[in-house]
Every structure is written in structure tokens, then in C-alpha cells.
């Protein structure tokens, strides 16, 4: 126990005396949090959008006012070309032309059919479903607040309501997925170089000489920066919860629990590359690649798993992202329980189990 | 009683077709001090590593302190002190967090850790540099604070390779004079060097020459057996004539 705490010991010391180490433990969770967070948002919102009014009655521009008063939609900066609509579109000035013919007003009164046209900018599909939505929304609502007190419609409608993330807002889906992949790559990062760092510096030499079991030195090297992790962990939390404003909703206990789990887990994989390798450099390359971009990809974090092809699907279960992904949205967004995140957390333990395992194997018989 | 220190047995290690211990046999007595000599690369470095547990051996056999080398390599471990040839202590730790750490590491208390620190800084004059980054340390100030580490458990046998590469002249001296007061406390000293006014100081020499040691003996016995003046002819002499003999005709 004594050897452990002073290896521990002497593993802080590292980190406080190194500037790279004290970079990617302070400032790099904070750098990815803003960055991902920021630059992933799938909300459409101000989307360009031009009328063109043939109707001009006091009725077509009540419309075109409904749609510029609503969030979604804004005015283009130029006045769109009425007899040619498509330029604007691929000049990329406006996202949408909505085109209002002659009759709308009196239809309105009327009651007969009449169809208004909407053209939409294809190339972006997320984009264009959006306007296609929000444009029959808003169109909707504006016709039944038209019409006729009398006039009774029929009342079977869809009231759909959303769960866990009432506003629909990506960010609320993507935050937590985030402090499990930042969370993953500073841990697998730190200790990374912890035990390439010896083999460079040729301090293994003498390390190995001393009677030390080589468990005793991957525990010993791992232990501080749980501390350490942990701490990301929170400012990464902290930030989601004031910039984002991610609600959370579970237990604050039951994420500490996993997460401990979860940062052990990616410390060992960390541990487990730098055992393989023999420099700092290779050790932090190898690193970020394997951890940040299979994660990125296979983690669920903006793709979903169950639409991949099999063999992705296979390869995702041991990427230890992929768990604590589902276990972090669980807690924070649906306030999941012990119970139904526990396979999870058995999970990353047996990955965790094995990256040590190999590692303390590598350990003891390829020296220097 | 007077078991010997280190045996080692037709000692091989090779590294795929190269050969870099190649069949060696020598016995090292207790409280010896025994210069292990030989070109670059002949295979100095290889066979202390073998004796320390940090490398197994191809074939042979070795013993430590009455230790095998396969089977007990922990146990060497505890009974020997090592000095590699390549600085090894953490760099950015300072001299005294480096003995604490390895204190710990061969299990001393914290108490005796004390003692031995205090011990030590007398015994190698650390005092002025202990709390300093070993990073920032000359050359002769890191080799003494390596040997201090090498000293910390009070080890029977002191494996020291190279320990006086890149130092200067009064430096050596000190550290010699460290060496003789350790051999007269009974501790073994098995050091390569490629001073040869340092192997004069050894008890015995042996050279090695391509993985194979070619020669054992006192350093003035090995001078006159060959006629000549000095250690460092009789070495010359001895590695060209091994070279002759080996080229391919």
C-alpha cells in the first residue's frame, strides 16, 4: 500500500511539474466543451426565407408577417427577383421562396382550394425537412385562426408529447454525450504518457530494479488521475449545466458512481497504449485517434447505433464511449436508475479489467 | 561461509542471430571489487542487465547473492543496488523526492527512509543539492545522487555500469574513494568502466570482447603476463589481438 501511495505521490508531481500535463487537464475539457458544443447544433433556426406576393391584400402580407414574427424564419437581405426565384436559391441568399398567386384572399373567404407554393433549397436535408415543418406549422395555425367561429372542425388530432427533452433542443442531446467523450480522451490521454514518459527518459530502468510488482506500478499510475479525471469531469459538467443549460434530472450520486467507473476504465486504456508503445509523442498520437474518433462515431453520440451496418454495430461494444453515453443521458436527461444502467457499468469494468490486464502483462515481460 | 557474490554459468543472450553474451563464465567474490572492462558494445551492459532481473537470459545460468536469475529475480532485487548507464531518476523530482519514492519502493519505513537520507547526504556530501530537481543537476552531482539511490536499502551487491562516463577527474576520485569505503563495509562492487586508471583500483578485471570475456585476472598480473607497462596497453593489446584473430582471413 505504502508503494502505491508514493508512486501515486510521485505521479502528481509529474502532472503539477509538466506543462503539457497541466494543459490537457485544465484547459482542453473546457476548449472541447465550448468547441463541440458550440459548433454541433442541429436547431434550425433564422432561416432565410422570401415571399413573393402576388395576392397583395391585407391577407397575404397578415401571412408573410406570421412567418417573419416567428423565430424560425427571417427576411432575406435583398429583395428576391419575382421572375426568378430559383437565382436566389442558388446564389444561396434565401433558403425558401414562398410564392402567394392571386386569389389567396378571396379563397380564404371562399373556402375553395387553393395551394400555395414553397420552394425549398434542397442540398441541405436537415434544413430543408425543417422549413417544410415549421412552414405548414405556422401555416396551419394561421388558417384555423382565420376561420369561421362556426365553422366546427373535425376534433380527432395527434397531441404528441415529447419526453426527457420537451423543447427538442440537440444540445440537451449532445452535452452529456460530450463529457463522456472528453472524459474519455483527457483520461486515456494523462496516463497515456505516463509509462511511455519512464521508457523515454530511461527511468524504468531503474524502476524495474527496485522490487516492485508491475500491478503495483499501473494501479500506483492510474489512482491520481481518478482525482484528476474527476475533476475534468465536473468542470465539464458545471459548463453544461450553465452555458447549455443541460437539465439534470437523476441522481447526482448515481453519475459519480459511473463515472468513477467510466474514468477508470478510460485511465486503463490510456495505460494500455502506453505500455505498447515506447515514446510520449507516438503515445499521445495513438491516443487521440483511438479514442477520440471511433468514439465520436460509434458512440451514439450523434449517430444512432441501431441504424449502422452490423459490423459497426459488433465494433461499437467495445468502444467503453458507447456505454457511458447511454448512461449519462439516462441520469441527466431521464433520471434512470441503478438498476437499469447496471449492465452498463459491469461493462466498462470487465473493459477496464482487460486493458490492465494486458497491460500489466506487456509491462512485465517487454522492458525498456 | 565465503559464498561467492555473483556466479554466472555459460551465460548467453542473444538478440535474434546477434550474439551479445556469448557463453560467458566468472565468479565475483563477496566484498570484491571486480572491474568489468570491454570495448563498446562487447556486452557489459547486457550482462548486468541479466544479473538485475531486467533482462532473461537465452541461456546459462546466474546467481546473485545465492539467487538464481530465472527463479528469483525478485529477491535479487531486494539485495542489490543498480546504477544504469543512462541517468535514470525522475528529473523533474528533486534528489530527496527521489530517495523517499524509492525508499518506498524497496519498502523501507519512513523512519529509516530518514536515516538513510541523513546517512547518505553525509557519506556523499548531497546536502547542497538534495532539494534541486535532478534535472538541473551537473553531471557529477546526478551520478552521486544515483549511487545514493543505489545505496538507499543497503544492498550487498552494487551493480554499477558506467557511473563515471562524462565526469570529471576530481569527481572520479570522490567517488572512488565512495566505492573503497562501500568494499570495506563488505559490499560487493561490480562496476565497467572504461577509465583505465579506475580498473587499476579494481581487486580483479576481466575483459570482454564481442559477448565473449576473453581474459580474468589481478590488473598487474594481466600487465606482465603480456610485457606490458600499463592497463590501458595491456588492454589496447588484448582487444586488437582478439580482432586479428577474428577477422576473416
Known amino acids: ?368 | 561461509m565465503n559464498q561467492p557474490a555473483v556466479v554466472i554459468e555459460n551465460l548467453s543472450r542473444h538478440f535474434g542471430q546477434f550474439k551479445a553474451v556469448d557463453n560467458i563464465s566468472l565468479t565475483v567474490n563477496k566484498g570484491e571489487t571486480f572491474g568489468f572492462l570491454g570495448a563498446n558494445g562487447a556486452g557489459k551492459t547486457t550482462t548486468i542487465r541479466m544479473l538485475c532481473g531486467l533482462l532473461m537470459p537465452t541461456s546459462g545460468g546466474g546467481k546473485v547473492a545465492g539467487l538464481d536469475v530465472y527463479t528469483q529475480p525478485e529477491l535479487i532485487k531486494k539485495r542489490i543496488g543498480y546504477m544504469s548507464q543512462r541517468f535514470s531518476l525522475y528529473p523533474d523530482l528533486t534528489g530527496s523526492e527521489n530517495m523517499r519514492f524509492y525508499g518506498a519502493a524497496y519498502g523501507l519505513s519512513t523512519s529509516r527512509v530518514h536515516q538513510r537520507i541523513a546517512a547518505l547526504s553525509q557519506m556523499l556530501s548531497l546536502h547542497d543539492f538534495i532539494d534541486r530537481s535532478a534535472a538541473s543537476l551537473p553531471v557529477g552531482w546526478r551520478q552521486r545522487l544515483a549511487l545514493g539511490v543505489a545505496l538507499l536499502h543497503e544492498p550487498e551487491i552494487l551493480f554499477l555500469d558506467e557511473p563515471t562516463a562524462g565526469v570529471d577527474p576530481v569527481f572520479r576520485r570522490m567517488f572512488w574513494e565512495i566505492l573503497y569505503e562501500l568494499a570495506e563495509q563488505g559490499v560487493t562492487v561490480f562496476v565497467t568502466t572504461h577509465y583505465m586508471d579506475e580498473a587499476e583500483f579494481c581487486g580483479r578485471i576481466s575483459i570482454m570482447h564481442q559477448g565473449r570475456i576473453i581474459r580474468v585476472g589481478r590488473p598487474l598480473d594481466l600487465a606482465q603476463e603480456l610485457g606490458c607497462e600499463n592497463l590501458e596497453e595491456t588492454f589496447v593489446t588484448l582487444v586488437r589481438s582478439q580482432e586479428e584473430t577474428n577477422a576473416p582471413s
Open chain 1, 1 to 368: 500500500m505504502r508503494r502505491l501511495r508514493f508512486i501515486a505521490q510521485k505521479e502528481f508531481y509529474h502532472v503539477l511539474r509538466d506543462a503539457r500535463s497541466l494543459t490537457i487537464v485544465l484547459a482542453m475539457p473546457m476548449i472541447m466543451t465550448f468547441l463541440y458544443g458550440y459548433a454541433i447544433n442541429l436547431d434550425t433556426e433564422n432561416i432565410v426565407i422570401s415571399v413573393i406576393d402576388y395576392d397583395k391584400t391585407s391577407e397575404s402580407r397578415n401571412l408573410a408577417d406570421r412567418l417573419y414574427n416567428s423565430t424560425y424564419f427571417s427576411m432575406p437581405k435583398t429583395k428576391v427577383d419575382n421572375l426568378d426565384p430559383e437565382c436566389a436559391l442558388r446564389s444561396g441568399r434565401t433558403q425558401a421562396v414562398l410564392i402567394i398567386k392571386p386569389g389567396f384572399a378571396k379563397a380564404l373567404h371562399t373556402g375553395e382550394p387553393f395551394s400555395l407554393g414553397l420552394i425549398i433549397d434542397g442540398s441541405d436535408n436537415n434544413v430543408s425537412a425543417a422549413i417544410q415543418n415549421y412552414a405548414s406549422i405556422l401555416l396551419q395555425r394561421f388558417l384555423t385562426e382565420r376561420l369561421d367561429p362556426h365553422v366546427r372542425l373535425p376534433v380527432v388530432k395527434i397531441s404528441p408529447q415529447v419526453l426527457y427533452n420537451p423543447d427538442l433542443q440537440s444540445s440537451h442531446f449532445f452535452v452529456p454525450a460530450l463529457v463522456a467523450i472528453i472524459l474519455l480522451m483527457v483520461s486515456a490521454l494523462l496516463t497515456s504518457v505516463t509509462i511511455s514518459r519512464e521508457k523515454e527518459t530511461g527511468t524504468i530502468e531503474q524502476l524495474l530494479t527496485a522490487p516492485v510488482k508491475p500491478i503495483e506500478i499501473l494501479l500506483g499510475k492510474i489512482l491520481p488521475y481518478v482525482v484528476i479525471a474527476l475533476i475534468d469531469g465536473i468542470i465539464v459538467l458545471i459548463f453544461a449545466k450553465i452555458v447549455f443549460g443541460v437539465p439534470f434530472v437523476g441522481s447526482h450520486l448515481l453519475l459519480l458512481g459511473f463515472g468513477l467507473i467510466y474514468i477508470s476504465t478510460s485511465l486503463s486504456i490510456g495505460i494500455l497504449i502506453s505500455s505498447l508503445v515506447k515514446t510520449q509523442q507516438v503515445a499521445m498520437m495513438f491516443t487521440a485517434i483511438t479514442t477520440l474518433l471511433p468514439s465520436v462515431m460509434l458512440s451514439g453520440f450523434i449517430f444512432a447505433i441501431k441504424n449502422m451496418p452490423v459490423a459497426l454495430q459488433l465494433l461499437s461494444y467495445i468502444i467503453p464511449a458507447r456505454y457511458f453515453v447511454t448512461i449519462i443521458r439516462g441520469i441527466m436527461l431521464k433520471g434512470a436508475g441503478l438498476h437499469v444502467l447496471a449492465g452498463q457499468g459491469l461493462i466498462l469494468l470487465l473493459l477496464m479489467t482487460i486493458a490492465v490486464f494486458i497491460a500489466s502483462r506487456k509491462f512485465s515481460t517487454k522492458v525498456g
